[in-house]
């Protein structure tokens, strides 16, 4: 897939996304949160924060930087900082490229973007390196199945990826030899199970 491709997406996307996208994937958003357990004084980045239906659930006092590449959906996140400014910080920026220093958070989360994403890869990479050692990453994302009705599903809807704005083949074996996740833990959310919340260690 193109980010530019995946850009385009989004733009014709972001005015319905909430209402489309919002409730679909609210469980894994709330398992996430939950399964972070973020605490006063910690620093959090959220890769892809979209619309930013996440930022109302992070408790008081945790700092948190969202980024994404798509001006639209971030103008929407920034219409949810009502009172919260203080402690959210947003900006324009490419996961696959991050403009922070090594170590600058305690959690790295990404929900719903690593089969969004060109080069996932590099998106693992760069939340690695901006996480300190001992920090958690987090991943919620769908895998694709190898049989089943969703499998034919997925094959048909490959050639379309650059429309949709994701990649409907995407198994987790291969996301997780790409990664060199430690410490992991996997748990399916959302309907069915077709969903996974990852947690690693950053080691
Ligand atoms: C399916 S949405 C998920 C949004 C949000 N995390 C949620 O829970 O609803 C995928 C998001 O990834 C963003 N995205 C795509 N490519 C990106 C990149 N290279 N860097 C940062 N964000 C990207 C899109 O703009 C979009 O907002």
Redesign the pocket.
Known sequence: ME?QA??T??KR??ST??RF??PV?EQ??QRALRKMGCQAGQHIL?????????LPQYPDGVRVTG????EP??ERARRRLNGHADRIDLAV?????LEYEDDSFDKVV????AS????PDA?IREMKRVCRPGGELYI?NHFSRDRGMMAKLERVAAPLSELV??RPLFPLQDFLSMAQLEEVEIEPVNAFGYWSLIRAVNR
Request: hydrophobic residues 50%; glycine residues 14%; without cysteine.
């Open positions: 980010q995946v850009t997406a989004y996307l972001a996304y909430d996208f919002g994937f894994g958003r959220e890769v892809g924060v979209g619309t930013g239906l996440s980024i994404d590449v798509s959906m971030l920026m490419d996961a696959q490229d990404a929900m719903y973007v969004v994403v060109p080069d998106m919620v704005g994701f």
